[in-house]
Structure formats: C-alpha cells, structure tokens
C-alpha cells in the first residue's frame, strides 16, 4: 500500500513569493496533520482535517499560513507571503478513526521549504 | 499548552547493549502514546504504541507506560548501529487525534 505521498520533495524560493505544499494522505484514513518541524521547535502541529473538515488550526502561526482538504484523498498548505524564518521541513501524516490502533499517525517524506 | 519531554541526549551506548530512552507528559488525560525513530533526514516512523499501564514488547523493542507517573519508556535491547536516531515519544492530548511530540533523544549505538 502507499504510504503518504507529499509534493514537492524540496522548495527553494525568494521572500515574498507564494508557496503550495501537497500531500496525499494514505487511502481510507480520515484524517489528516500539517506538522513543521525546526530544530530550534522540534514537530509542531501547524493544523489538522477530520473528513475533510478543519478541526483545529491553533498551531498555523499567521494568516500567511492556509490549509485546504477540497477531499479525502488531497489537501493543500500555502504559505503567502513567504518569508526566511518560515524554512523547515513540513511533514503530512494521516490516521485512521477505526480500529483498536487509534491516534496512531503515519508521516509522509517531508517537504524541505528553504526561503531565501 | 500539554508538554512532553524528553531527554534530548546524546545517548550512546556499545552495540549488543539496552538502549533506555524516557519521556515525561504533563497531560493527566492522555490515552495515546507513541514512539516514532526519525533517521537524519527522513520523517518520522512509529515503532510502538502504547494504550495501557505495563509493558508491551515488539521484537527487541519495548514500551512501559506508567499514568499514575505520566510516564512512558522504551527499551532497546541487543541495539545495533542501524538503531543509531533520533526517538521522538508523542502523547495524545485529551480526547482529541492530536499529539504532542517532544523534541527528541538522540541515540548513537557505537560498534
């Protein structure tokens, strides 16, 4: 089975451009993390998508930050303008609700955003 | 904000020895609990789950959760060099899908 699929792998940009990161989470879960992931911060939660709908957007640190998930197989995290101390890896992970094995949460590879 | 934390290391052990990592969680309601191995530059990869006080073995891996101490481990017998990363223990918060990771311990297994 494939596991979660993100696009694109790695993003080097100018301040101020738009940036759109994609992820396909894995078939049948129903929902779906935005996590970024620094050094300084470790993994934090940025937002997360239950049946397509947003639950909780505490984490996204501005209205630069906006998420999407127009449906159960896609979803979407732009970042307009971008800035230098948005540069980290962006991680999507998705779960399922079924199961005896809840909360468990499956990462995709990661999109490396350098903005320059 | 629930925090978890961790021991953020370097732990290093010789090979063939028990790897001890711990993790502390503020969280009295927490029901979840996981570690993931993050390789430098790749993503998470959950190797254990937890939902019970005790112990619960996975091969050469495991996990002991105490709720009563907010405390949860994993142990890591025989390590070998390819168990060299960073471990990240998560917490679910409340009642709800989200977890809280701390920042991670990083262990090196030396041959």
């Known amino acids: 089975d494939a596991g979660v699929i993100q696009s694109p792998r790695h993003e080097v940009t100018e301040m101020g451009q738009e940036v759109t990161l994609r992820c396909k989470p894995i078939?049948?879960?129903?929902?779906l993390f935005w996590y970024r992931q620094t050094m300084m911060r470790g993994l934090e939660l940025l937002i997360y998508?239950?049946?397509?709908?947003?639950?909780?957007d505490s984490g996204m640190p501005e209205d630069r930050f906006s998420a999407k998930m127009p449906n159960a197989s896609f979803s979407t995290l732009k970042i307009q303008p971008s800035e230098p101390r948005d540069s980290a890896v962006y991680f999507c992970?998705?779960?399922?609700?079924?199961?005896?094995?809840?909360?468990?949460?499956?990462f995709g590879p990661g999109t490396r955003l350098t903005v320059l | 904000q629930k925090e978890v934390e961790q021991n953020s290391g370097p732990l290093s052990v010789p090979e063939g020895a028990i790897a001890s990592l711990n993790c502390t969680y503020s969280?009295?309601?927490?029901?979840?609990f996981f570690w993931y191995r993050q390789y430098s530059g790749k993503s998470p990869e959950l190797i254990m789950s937890i939902y019970s006080n005790g112990d619960k073995e996975d091969g050469r891996f495991t996990a002991q959760l105490n709720k009563a101490s907010q405390y949860v481990s994993l142990l890591i017998r025989d390590s070998q060099p390819s168990d060299s990363a960073t471990y990240l223990c998560a917490v679910s918060q409340g009642g709800s899908e989200k977890l809280v990771f701390g920042k991670g311990t990083k262990l090196t297994v030396n041959p």
């Open positions: 998508f239950n049946n397509n709908v947003p639950i909780d």
């Open positions: 078939s049948g879960h129903d929902y």
């Open positions: 992970a998705s779960s399922s609700s079924g199961g005896i094995s809840y909360n468990e949460q499956f």
């Open positions: 969280d009295r309601v927490s029901q979840s």
